[in-house]
């Protein structure tokens, strides 16, 4: 007789928590249906400058934008090479057991956020 109420109540639980997940849902999109609605506002309405109209200390905005995605490439070639060297620096035994030991925690810790917002 207990376990036939146990199983009732789990039923009970899992159906109220289905509920509640879903009145959660319908929570967040209704405002997002609302600013659909608006014919004025949204990222899709948004008019951009011509960068080549646009000054900054002298520089037009698209060789701004263009020095930037440089610079950017320049810094992700630099972390690779100093990456490179490093993993080819030799290590000590202690030190390599460490580093796979945090190495495991953190791709476990991970895994288990990753269950967690699937779950949600």
Same mark, same amino acid.
């Given at each position: 007789m207990l376990t036939l109420i146990d199983s009732a109540c789990a039923a009970g639980s899992r159906m109220a928590k289905r509920l509640s997940s #879903?009145?959660?849902?319908?929570?967040?999109?209704?405002?997002? #249906?609302a600013a659909s609605a608006e014919e004025g506002g949204g990222e899709a309405n948004l008019q951009l400058p011509d960068l080549s109209q646009v000054n900054f200390l002298g520089i037009d905005g698209h060789k701004l934008l263009l020095f930037g995605i440089l610079i950017c490439i320049f810094g992700l070639l630099f972390g690779m090479w100093i990456f490179t060297r490093l993993k080819n620096m030799p290590v000590h035994r202690a030190m390599r057991d460490i580093s796979e030991l945090i190495y495991e925690t953190c791709k476990t810790y991970l895994i288990t956020q990753g269950k967690f917002l699937l779950l949600l």
């Open positions: #879903a009145a959660a849902l319908l929570l967040l999109l209704s405002p997002l #249906a």
